[in-house]
């Protein structure tokens, strides 16, 4: 569908003594202020605009006993708990996400109980600075803050042993140094500002002992754009080993698992379990552009998948039945086998969608969102369902056609009804005009039988179509996220 024929959306009229709600992490911020939850942002506070745009992660330190006040802030905010494959994620560390109803965009919550760095599918550290950083965690710049944030000679020391950590030696094969590097050095300069260095190695000797001056001063140094390749891993080695006492090995599968994720991407399970989405509606209503946008919207985030259940993939079967029937038309003989052709490939059509039906479930039930459209609820299969109920393939008849459609019919009967349904209702009109490649009766017909079913049992939503794209894909990502 080509998004110029939506119509476009008018700004909303100005009301004096409305105020602009509040961005969700200004909300996030306040509540866990109101609540008294011990925590900090323990990193990367200084690229605010990276994170409060839902481009990147928060991440916050939580003080165990304020726990329970922690998630109900979260709950009351509509925040999701997610959860990463397994072997991709220390103890101790959750993820949430959040909707900003007023950008539409997800925030993501990397929450940690316990301080460890490093990657989690290779050796991990705790660092023992938990109660040190929160005891430390104030407001520091203002009325401008949002999250309260860690003294700086701690957060440094973090950021510095964190950043070591990261040289590998295959950082040695290259002729410039890491890309990641530029902006930890700038992140570290910022640091080192707001403290004298004598603070830091004094609050080092006191929290780290097993972090000496000297390694310390060789870590700060391996961070430096000029440092030399050798340099930097011998640095990272001496850091593993005086660290050893807080080494945590990853799972055997660790590394398996993150190999398998390069080929194959995927997002965050939700930890209540997915859900299976069907987007239903006649041509022109926007099914297609809705399902892509919510497939965009979340498959960065949360393991997302977009099915089209009215154009199942093909199987060799129906492939072989397909180019069969078309041989067949051509030559204009065997009628009467045609006619049962033609019934096969629907009952073959209703195999494949009942295949896909079955990888949308399985994905939802691993806590994937699976998104479908033409989802062949018994209210639409007028436009995708049996052919006896699109009043296609009549002319077999036969006691083998009978037992062909029993057995088409059995695929849709086994279809259970979806998790949630919206239902895009738009005008016959508007319709044909979103259409112009389809023959206006047809795109029409559809229109009407979508409009005149009656959808009171099968829970769907009802949004109007008719509104700019916008607001449908906004009203589309408030009421899921809601539901899920």
């Avoid at 260095?197 to 000029?226: D, I, K, M, N, Y």
């Avoid at 691993?366 to 109920?389: N, Q």
Wanted: proline share 6%.
């Amino acid at each position: 569908m080509s998004l110029s024929l939506w119509p476009t959306a008018a700004p909303p009229p100005a009301r004096s003594g409305s105020p602009t709600p509040a961005a969700l992490v200004a909300r996030l911020g306040s509540a866990l202020a109101s609540r008294g939850v011990s925590y900090c942002q323990w990193k990367g506070h200084g690229k605010r605009e990276r994170w409060e745009s839902g481009r990147g992660d928060i991440d916050l330190l939580v003080d165990s006993q304020s726990w329970a006040d922690f998630a109900d802030v979260l709950g009351d905010l509509g925040f999701k708990l997610a959860l990463p494959p397994a072997g991709r994620e220390a103890a101790g560390i959750t993820h949430y996400f959040g909707l900003d109803q007023r950008t539409g965009q997800l925030i993501h919550l990397h929450v940690y109980q316990r301080l460890v760095i490093g990657l989690p599918w290779r050796t991990h550290y705790r660092l023992p600075l938990e109660r040190a950083l929160l005891e430390s965690a104030e407001l520091r710049d203002g009325a401008s803050s949002v999250f309260k944030t860690a003294a700086p000679e701690l957060e440094l020391i973090v950021s510095i042993l964190r950043l070591s950590l990261r040289h590998m030696l295959r950082d040695s094969l290259r002729r410039t140094s890491p890309r990641w590097l530029d902006g930890a050095v700038s992140e570290v300069d910022r640091l080192e500002d707001n403290v004298a260095p004598e603070v830091v190695f004094a609050a080092l000797r006191r929290h780290l002992p097993e972090v000496s001056g000297t390694l310390f001063t060789r870590c700060r140094a391996s961070l430096q754009p000029g440092c030399s390749s050798w340099r930097r891993i011998t640095a990272s080695a001496a850091l593993a080993r005086a660290l050893s006492a807080h080494r945590t090995r990853p799972p055997a599968f660790g590394l398996a698992e993150r190999i398998w994720h390069r080929i194959r991407p995927s997002g965050q399970r939700l930890a209540s379990g997915g859900s299976v989405v069907a987007l239903l509606g006649g041509d022109g209503s926007g099914k297609s552009t809705c399902a892509d946008a919510l497939e965009a919207w979340l498959d960065s985030s949360i393991a997302t998948i977009h099915l089209h259940l009215g154009r199942p993939t093909r199987s060799l079967a129906t492939l072989v039945i397909g180019g069969s029937l078309k041989l067949l038309r051509l030559t204009r003989a065997f009628p009467r086998l045609v006619s049962h052709l033609e019934l096969l490939r629907h009952g073959c059509t209703g195999r494949d969608r009942f295949a896909l039906y079955r990888r949308a479930h399985r994905f939802a039930a691993s806590g994937g969102i699976a998104i479908c459209e033409r989802y062949p609820l018994p209210e639409s299969w007028a436009l995708s369902g049996p052919s006896e109920v699109q009043r296609q393939a009549l002319d077999a008849q036969s006691r083998f056609a009978t037992a062909l459609r029993k057995w088409e019919r059995r695929f849709y009967e086994r279809m259970a009804s979806p998790d949630l349904v919206f239902l895009l209702q738009l005008d016959p009109e508007t319709a044909v005009s979103r259409k112009p490649s389809e023959p206006a009766d047809y795109v029409r017909n559809r229109a009407r039988m979508t409009a005149e079913t009656d959808w009171s049992k099968s829970g769907a939503r009802i949004v109007d179509a008719a509104q700019p794209l916008p607001q449908v894909v906004a009203q589309l990502k408030s009421e899921l996220w809601s539901a899920l």
